[in-house]
């Protein structure tokens, strides 16, 4: 068993870590949009740690990914298999492929220390497939951590506004 | 109002074909509101959402709001979600507890079972009035039945008892609550709900193909059968991948080792396909050990034995129900239009079970039934395709003639397909289909081609 999925919940903003300035954080966020929006899903993984975690539950302030459905919830192994999917020739669900437009603003780093920082933002996403656009927004928690120099993500939690809706189905990633 | 006959509905079913207007006209769709949602028995929940007096949820059949209510005296009430005055929808929230049931808009207050309790003003009202007269009560609906703590509603006043309507598939609920160590079960884990462009049919209809996996699934197929064991899991990857490799097992083993049974008034299920004993105790988990140890000691090794011998995959009770015993997984199919559809898929709680097995239930549903998994979505892209290209003249008759000179009876009443991918299960719905819209007991999808249509 992994620890347990970290709770969204912030109570007090931890004392500003000098290493993880907003700007940094910011300008890692909208570079995963753009790889998302570009279709560059291996790069995307690749900015996954290795024992990452990624989701999307199926409720408000859903509090684990273990005892309640979700729209989305991978661990590393089934991340890279999703991702590996989106490659396939026969992915008809992605048959004609969907196009997506990303917008990512009020970034705030939550927490911040040595060991990472907790980064809130929100985001809006088109997708416009087969004569159908639709529209997803919310709120995301990204839980960075710096590895061999770089900002890795070891946890994506996605909050959609309407996660509790009916929806047709969900291939692109968040 | 629609303009089909029974005669005109009767020949667009014929041995081994249906006509495509029965999954895209829209008056077709009307008269299966009303002859099949209007009348047969229709899964509405289950008793662990209103374990006590004053308990509720919302839910509908066909277009019609109902509450599903266990009164002040413990028994279940189903309800038009209707007050009796403007008509206006009384209860809002999805689930809840309560003592009575108010309309927010002239304040109309009423007891659980439906009966008018008080209203504001009363000496308005002309002088005929009267709380007493069911006229002024939300509707109950007919016929409330449960069997073992899963609840139907049928709004025929009569006809067959619950029982007698399920028929040979109460072994398949007996085998979703007969798992549980405490003999119990209880929904839990939230719910999925999703959404297609396609007629409600086509999700039954797909609960018990066994010749669409390796095909429709070949991109989940492949992407698991690459991935590499030696990475980061919490477990929840491991039910899933499994899950996905096994989709890819070869022709001959859909052909030969799955088995589809059908039963009378449109049930069915599909066996289990996966080539070992079971897809739990497979994965060689202390964790199922510690599950027959929990069952045995409740129930004894014969009777455990003999439990986890069923091999059951998806079981479908027609109209709008599939269940899957294994890993506790049940979903309710509600028609919105002839091409729109929407389900919802719930997980169940086996009580007395090792915690952990609840996890896998909610990993096996993520990935199987959720909006966002890696198999579903190539499903819904299928019903949406079908939608699409029913929706035009062009091929009028859709073929559901596999296994159609191969199928036998079964030793319970029923018939199942000598090969695993017979559509024995498609036509056995529109056998029951046509005795909903016309009466005609005949099998007619099934007939044999000798015995032909005029």
Known sequence: MSAAIESHVVLAPAAADPGWSLEQCETFLLHEARLLDEAKFDAWLALFTADAQYWVPSEPDQQSPYDTVSLMYDDRRLLETRVRRLASPRIYSQEPRSRTSRIVTNVTVDESGPDGALVRSKFMMIEFRRGVQRLFGGTCFHRLVRQDGSIRIRLKRIDLVNCDAPLDGLVVPF | ?454
């Open chain 2, 1 to 454: 109002m629609p303009r089909h006959s029974a005669e005109d509905l009767l020949h667009r079913v014929q041995p081994a074909r249906v006509h495509r207007s029965l999954y895209a006209d829209p008056d077709i769709f009307e008269l299966e509101l009303k002859h099949i949602f209007g009348v047969a028995w229709i899964y509405v929940g289950h008793e662990s959402q209103v374990r006590n007096p004053g308990d509720y949820f919302c839910t509908r059949v066909g277009r019609k709001p109902l509450i599903v209510v266990r009164d002040a005296g413990g028994t279940l009430k189903v309800l038009h979600n209707q007050c009796a005055h403007r008509g206006s929808m009384v209860v809002a929230s999805d689930q809840g507890h309560t003592n009575e049931f108010q309309c927010c808009y002239h304040g109309w207050t009423y007891h659980l079972d439906g009966r008018l309790k008080a209203v504001p003003l009363q000496n308005g009202y002309p002088q005929d009035f009267d709380p007493a007269n069911p006229k002024t009560s939300m509707l109950q609906v007919p016929r409330v039945a449960s069997y073992r703590g899963f609840i139907f509603v049928s709004q025929a006043p009569d006809g067959p008892t619950l029982e007698e309507s399920l028929g040979y598939m109460t072994t398949s609920l007996d085998d979703m609550v007969d798992r549980a160590p405490d003999g119990e079960i209880e929904v839990a884990g939230g719910v999925f709900r999703h959404t297609y462009n396609g007629n409600w049919k086509l999700y039954l209809e797909n609960l018990c193909d066994a010749a669409h996996p390796w095909f429709t699934h070949r991109s989940s197929i492949d992407a698991a059968q690459q991935q590499k064991d030696d990475v980061f899991s919490d477990g929840s990857g491991e039910i899933a991948i499994r899950q996905m490799r096994q989709n890819g097992a070869p022709y001959s083993f859909w052909e030969s080792q799955v088995g589809i049974w059908t039963y009378p008034n449109g049930h069915s299920y599909l066996g289990d396909y996966h080539d070992d004993a079971k897809l739990v105790a497979a994965m060689n988990d202390p964790l199922f050990r510690d599950y027959i140890a929990a069952m045995e000691a409740k129930k004894g090794k014969d009777r455990t034995k003999q439990i986890l011998e069923v091999r059951r995959w998806n079981s479908n009770v027609y109209p709008n129900l599939s269940f899957m015993s294994q890993f506790q997984q049940l979903r309710v199919i509600h028609p919105i239009a002839v091409d729109r559809t929407e389900v919802h898929t719930y997980c169940f709680r086996l009580r007395g079970a090792p915690d952990r097995m609840f996890q896998n239930t909610i990993s096996f549903a993520n990935i199987v039934n959720g909006t966002g998994s890696l198999v579903l979505t190539d499903d819904l892209e299928i019903y949406h395709r079908i939608g699409l290209g029913l929706s035009s003249e062009g091929a009028e008759w859709l073929e559901i003639g596999r296994g159609f000179q191969s199928d036998e009876p079964d030793a319970h009443g029923g018939r199942k397909g000598k090969n695993s991918t017979s559509e024995i299960y498609i036509r056995n719905m529109f056998d029951a289909w046509l005795r909903y819209m016309t009466g005609d007991p005949r099998q007619r999808s099934q007939e044999n081609l000798q015995g032909a249509v005029a």
